[in-house]
């Protein structure tokens, strides 16, 4: 019923916040061009691209001034992609965007995080894909079943129509159970998701692994493992936001 509410204040008032129902303002040039008219100020200012120092393969943010440079984690070991681009900080209104998709159905968002991976897509690799194949990070069957959506396959999906670029959504297949790596230290992150991802078709080329939310980067270079292993010859990742460092939530 509140849903229902929602949608019919939506129909009627057009000039309502997405995120919050605030009144909307016309949309800054730094939002994708499909959001006009849908955020307030203060929803749009914290959607906002990270412009900040960053470590230039995994996109690290350091949260200050200054040039980008490797990360500690990246100049010990490669992480086995070539790049993670990203949009923003895994906070404020891009994290309430996230979690309503992800966790809470909310359907509304999803106009507004694929417009924010393509134009995070384009700002990174140009107009049309240098890809071979987009892989979305994939969830379990039973996640897939309880939700009826997945956010990485969404995204994925939207992005191989927009930006030309082939889309495998079964490319990788999880595992049932295992893998909850929220809250736990680095090393134990990497240790949970060994074995948990396999690749299940051939792939080729360039191969580009999207998904919601970067932390500790472990789901990340094991799915890279299985693209490489199933015949990519290299990987580049993409997810719509990064935590910094401490991180207590994501993937
Ligand atoms: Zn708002
Ligand atoms: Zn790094």
């Given amino acids: 019923m509140k849903r229902i509410l929602e949608g019919l204040r939506e129909l009627f008032l057009p000039g309502v916040c997405r995120l919050c129902g605030k009144e909307c303002i016309p949309a800054p040039a730094y939002l994708p061009k499909a959001l006009d008219d849908k955020l307030c100020e203060s929803c749009a200012a914290s959607l ?11 996109s ?21 992609f070539d790049h993670l681009s990203t949009w923003g900080i895994y906070s404020s209104s891009l994290r309430e965007a996230i979690i309503a998709f992800k966790y809470n159905g909310d359907l509304k968002m999803r106009g507004l995080l694929s417009g924010i991976l393509i134009e995070t897509l384009k700002g990174t690799w140009g107009e049309s894909s240098p890809f071979d194949s987009i892989v979305p990070v994939p969830p379990t069957s039973k996640r897939l079943k309880e939700r009826g959506y997945d956010l990485p396959s969404y995204l994925t999906y939207k992005a191989s129509k927009e930006w030309g670029v082939k889309w495998r959504p079964k490319a990788l297949f999880r595992r049932e159970g295992g893998g ?15 074995g948990l991802y396999t690749p299940r078709e051939k792939l080729s080329g360039w191969v580009l692994i999207v998904d919601d939310v970067a932390t500790s980067l472990a789901t990340l270079r094991a799915c890279a493992r299985c693209c490489l292993d ?16 401490t991180p207590s939530k994501g993937s």
């Fill in 180 to 194: 909850h790596v929220a809250g736990l230290p680095l090393k134990e992150r990497w240790r949970a998701v060994r």
């Fill in 48 to 58: 906002a691209p990270y412009a900040g120092a960053c470590c230039e393969i995994c």
């Fill in 60 to 80: 690290l943010p350091f949260m200050g001034e200054g040039p980008s440079h490797l990360c500690p984690q990246c100049e010990k070991s490669s992480p086995l």
């Fill in 230 to 245: 199933a015949g990519a010859e290299g990987v580049s990742c993409a997810t719509l936001a990064r935590t910094p460092v």
